[in-house]
C-alpha cells in the first residue's frame, strides 16, 4: 500500500474479516492441541444457532489477538518474528478519517470533553483530519496472534522509530491496568539457558530494553547480569500452582513480558479446565 493513501478500516471487509476469523481458528487449535483439548470437536458439536444466540460465552471462539502500541514499529516486529519467531500474518496501514477515530478513540474525545482540554494533551491522535496515521501489524504464534500498532505523524513513515505519543515511562506490573503478554515455553526446554539466549540475542541486535528479572534480590544492573543461570527460573512447588515456572522480562518497547512453563500438576489443572470449558460450552 502507498504511504500516502487514505485508507479506514471497514468492518464489513470480507478479505480482512476472513484473515482475521481464520488467524483465529489457529489461536483455539493452538490452545486445545497444547493442553490436550479438541477445538475441533467443539466446533463440530456446538449448533450453529446456540453459537449466534446462546449466552455470551457460547458465542466467542477464545483470545483472538493481543493488541502493541509501539514507539518503533520494525523493532517491535522484529522482535517478536526474527528473536521469538511469530509469522507475519499481514500488514495495514495508514489508516485515518472519521468512521476509525471514532471506532478507536470516542472514549477518549468524550473524557477529553469533559475535562475541557484538547484531546491531544492526553495522547489522543487526530486521525480523523489524517494529521496522525495508525499502522498495524499481526504476528501468529501458535495460540495466539500479537498485533503491533503504531501512531504516528503523517510526515513519519511507515515501520518508523518516532510515534506520536511519549511511552509510558514507569511499567510496574503493579500498575492497575497494566498487562503483559505470556509465551509459554515447550516442556523440554531448559528455561534458564532460554532466558540467557534470549538477553543474548536481544543484545547481539541493539534491544537493550529485554531484561529478564532474577530470582536472587540484586540493587544494580551489574548484580543482574552477575547473577548464576540458575537464578533465571523461579520453580513455584506450592498447589495450585506446583508446577509452575517462570520469569518476567522487560521487551524491546519496555513491555512487559512473561515466561512460563507449565509442567506437572498445573499442567493437568489447565487442560482440565479447557475441557471443562468446551464441555460446558457445547451444552
Known sequence: ??????????????????????????A???????????????????PAATRATGSLGARLQGV????????????????????LGGTEVFRHGDF??????????????ILANQLGVNPRTIGVPDLRGGTQRLDVRFIQFDNVVIELLQYRDADQPMGGPKAFAEPLEHMSPAFPRMMHICFHVGDD?????????????????????????????????EERKAAPLSANT??????????????????????????????????????????????????
Open 1 to 26: 500500500m502507498s504511504r500516502t493513501q487514505k485508507t479506514s478500516i471497514q468492518p464489513d471487509d470480507p478479505d480482512r474479516r476472513a484473515v482475521l476469523c481464520a488467524a483465529g481458528g489457529v
Open 234 to 283: 523461579n520453580k513455584v512447588t506450592v498447589a495450585p500452582s506446583d508446577g509452575w515456572e517462570l520469569i518476567y522480562c522487560k521487551g524491546p518497547e519496555g513491555e512487559q513480558l512473561e515466561f512460563v512453563k507449565a509442567l506437572g500438576p498445573v499442567k493437568k489443572r489447565f487442560a482440565d479446565a479447557l475441557a471443562a470449558h468446551l464441555q460446558l460450552a457445547a451444552k
Open 64 to 83: 483472538q489477538h493481543f493488541g502493541l502500541t509501539v514507539q518503533n514499529m520494525e523493532r517491535a516486529y522484529e522482535f517478536y518474528t526474527a528473536v
Open 189 to 221: 526446554v531448559d528455561f534458564n539457558q532460554f532466558i540467557a539466549d534470549l538477553e543474548a540475542e536481544s543484545a547481539r541486535r541493539g534491544m537493550t530494553q529485554v531484561r529478564a528479572n532474577r530470582i536472587i534480590r540484586v540493587s544494580t544492573e
Open 96 to 109: 485515518q478519517g472519521d468512521a476509525v477515530q471514532n471506532t478507536l478513540l470516542a472514549d477518549q474525545e
Open 28 to 46: 483455539l487449535g493452538g490452545i486445545a492441541a497444547a493442553l490436550g483439548g479438541s477445538a475441533t470437536a467443539f466446533a463440530e458439536e456446538t
